[in-house]
């Protein structure tokens, strides 16, 4: 249905008009094999519980477990994988995209409302025969998560897409968060933001504290649905993912908030019941 050369309408335009998402009309990412697919089932457990290990530790910690993997394969996995080692190093940025980096704007800062500061991340999520990478976003003061998007790539034009989503459904929030990963330092995502008039924060480099809101929902998420069902369809996913993030907004208490419910301190704009939304994704 989508027509690449036709002049009139972008093959963005034309994926929004049909609810689709852009990644579906490239080539998918070359299959790893079995054996790295159950590598990086490992690596991803052991992360989170470890993020300060580098691939050093975790090239031990595979050996351990019986598995002869070299520093290369390693370092490869855990780049694919979307990890990075959480300890204060230098800022190793390249040339070119330094430009976008943004300093964290949200150290001693009160976040009293919702809708003040949304953050977003993105993880890797691993299924029986491949992975693939969750992008979700979450309302900083409630922990009420707004919407996500699954996806095989980690292209800005997901992140972006999705955000578009949540601010024509939601409105804009006055400061979004994000980690200083080159889906965020780029023009388009930048460019995206700006256009908005919202406010640009981005983790300082290796500092895993910075985006603690959203990191955690990602463990959560992991330890209590992903790996205790998991799936080889995609769509299977999809709808296991969003069946999680109903009850985690709509039933789950957290203790950083007091051991409240998202729903209760997420206050809607529009003054419209949270009973009464469906999730964006």
């Not at 051991?259 to 999730?279: D, G, Q, V």
Request: overall charge positive; charged content about 25%.
């Amino acid at each position: 249905m989508i027509e690449k050369d036709n002049n009139d309408i972008s093959m963005r335009v034309q994926c929004e008009l049909l609810s689709l998402n852009r990644s579906l009309l490239y080539r998918g990412h070359k299959g790893e094999k079995a054996q790295n697919i159950k590598l990086m089932q490992l690596i991803d457990v052991h992360h989170l519980e470890h993020p300060y290990k580098g691939v050093l530790q975790m090239q031990d910690y595979l050996i351990s477990e019986g598995y002869k993997v070299n520093i290369k394969r390693v370092r490869r996995l855990m780049r694919r994988m979307g990890i990075e080692t959480h300890y204060p190093k230098k800022n190793l940025s390249k040339l070119g995209i330094r430009a976008y980096i943004h300093p964290y704007l949200l150290r001693e800062k009160k976040i009293e409302r919702a809708n003040q500061v949304w953050a977003i991340d993105i993880s890797y999520i691993p299924m029986k025969r491949g992975f693939m990478y969750l992008t979700a976003v979450i309302d900083w003061h409630s922990r009420y998560v707004l919407g996500f998007d699954v996806s095989n790539t980690l292209e800005a034009d997901n992140q972006t897409g999705l955000i578009e989503r949540l601010i024509n459904k939601y409105g804009k929030p006055k400061i979004i968060n994000s980690d200083q990963g080159s889906q965020y330092t780029s023009q388009t995502w930048v460019g995206c933001l700006k256009g908005y008039d919202i406010q640009i924060s981005m983790d300082g480099k290796g500092r895993a504290t910075d985006n603690a809101v959203i990191e955690r929902f990602f463990r959560t998420i992991k330890q209590e649905c992903i790996y205790i069902t998991p799936t080889d369809n995609v769509q299977e996913l999809k709808t296991q993912i969003e069946q999680y993030v109903n009850y985690y907004n709509h039933e789950r208490t957290h203790q950083g908030i007091g051991r409240e419910i998202p729903k209760n301190l997420y206050h809607f704009k529009n003054k419209t019941s949270p009973k009464n939304l469906k999730l964006v994704v």
